[in-house]
């Protein structure tokens, strides 16, 4: 791979990232830490695109000024692939948890590698036994800093899966945080890059990856509920199309709890969404470990759950563990409410059920429940 080539691959990847930078500076509307790991991801991989062929180009020439651009650039790039490894580690673990006091309990020793890898980065500016630049100004990789470093890298890559597997175990399935969306891109460019040497592409592959899951991020802003974290209205109507085409049974929840508005009136708004936010840990306590339901916010406090079920045995159990959960979690909480849930169920028939109609269906039977809840009122 020639220079030309070289700096056209990586001006692309930061022009990719400069163009998302300013599409989130325009639509960001919070800074969170999860915020702030995914903008150092950005920022890294940016400096990378421009660092490494400013090392192609001083490759073999002659001067100390070029020698230590070339020294240090690489320094740099290596550094880079430890703490972006790190950092896209804790970025997986805090988006899908949220919980900053995790990242020091779980991925400490983890750091702790990452540090143990930049001294001796540090050291191999006078050692030269990672890598070096020999007298003629030209880079030479050592065999030994393939596995050290790629392998630092590929054991992240396996930590973000892990941690990924494990959480859909227990809060289930998620669907707009593909993690493959970055690491396959990244993975690619890293692996040509490691085998061919004098080839270029890694952190063009990392800026594709990057862009791929902000594209996943935007398109879970589209289709997730923003209080509850549930699935809204607009992605019910592509699930409600992908059942219409699909095969087997299905059958619909429709739940709405009671006396929510006592709650908004007496305890405040606040306190209802928070009412809403304990409603939907329910619902997905509930489905946990079930790949055939999904939960979804319908309107206010009504919520819907379709299920794929074999008989409508299956549907009324599920019904029995989310009362039984309900119940439970309100005295677990202590809350100043009660979570009750009225819910009703009836099957999708196809070729004769619109969306409209099914949903008037277990509308009509989850306030059957309803009235039952509040004495015939």
Request: hydrophobic letters at 45%; proline letters at 2%.
């Amino acid at each position: 791979m020639n220079l030309q080539s070289i700096i056209i691959l990586n001006a692309a990847g930061f022009i990719l990232l400069l163009i998302l930078t300013l599409t989130r500076k325009m639509t960001r509307t919070e800074r969170t830490i999860e915020d702030h790991l995914f903008t150092a991801l950005i920022q890294m991989v940016m400096v990378a695109c421009i660092v490494e062929p400013l090392t192609f180009y001083v490759d073999a020439k002659p001067g100390a000024v070029y020698y230590w651009i070339n020294l240090l650039g690489n320094t740099y790039l290596y550094t880079m692939i430890l703490i972006g490894a790190y950092v896209w580690c804790i970025y997986v673990d805090f988006r899908l948890y949220k919980k900053p006091d995790r990242v020091w309990k779980k991925y400490r020793y983890f750091g702790l590698m990452g540090i143990i890898m930049e001294l001796g980065l540090i050291a191999n500016i006078w050692g030269g036994f990672l890598f070096y630049v020999d007298d003629k100004n030209v880079y030479h990789r050592g065999a030994f800093v393939l596995y050290v470093f790629y392998f630092y890298f590929a054991l992240s890559a396996a930590c973000s899966i892990f941690i990924l597997e494990k959480y859909k175990k227990t809060h289930g399935n998620i669907v707009f945080f593909p993690i493959w969306m970055f690491m396959i891109p990244v993975f690619l460019g890293c692996l040509i890059q490691a085998f061919f040497y004098g080839v270029s592409t890694s952190w063009m592959g990392a800026a594709m990856g990057i862009v791929a899951i902000y594209m996943s991020l935007q398109n879970e802003q589209s289709y997730v509920d923003g209080l509850t974290g549930l699935y809204n209205r607009q992605y019910l109507d592509h699930a409600m199309w992908e059942i219409k085409v699909g095969e087997g049974d299905y059958y619909g929840i429709m739940m709405d709890l009671n006396f929510f508005k006592k709650i908004n009136d007496t305890l405040g708004h606040s306190v209802g969404d928070q009412a809403l936010k304990d409603t939907a840990r329910i619902l997905i306590k509930s489905v946990m470990n079930s790949a055939d339901c999904t939960v979804f916010r319908f309107a206010g406090d009504e919520f819907i759950i379709l299920i794929k079920a074999a008989s409508e045995a299956a549907v009324v159990d599920l019904e029995e563990k989310i009362r039984k959960n309900a119940k439970s979690y309100s005295e677990e909480k202590n809350r100043p409410y009660e979570i009750s849930i009225s819910m009703g169920h009836d099957k999708y028939e196809r070729g004769v059920d619109t969306d409209d109609t099914f949903f008037k269906k277990i509308d009509a039977a989850m306030y059957i429940d309803k009235e039952r809840a509040h004495g015939g009122r």
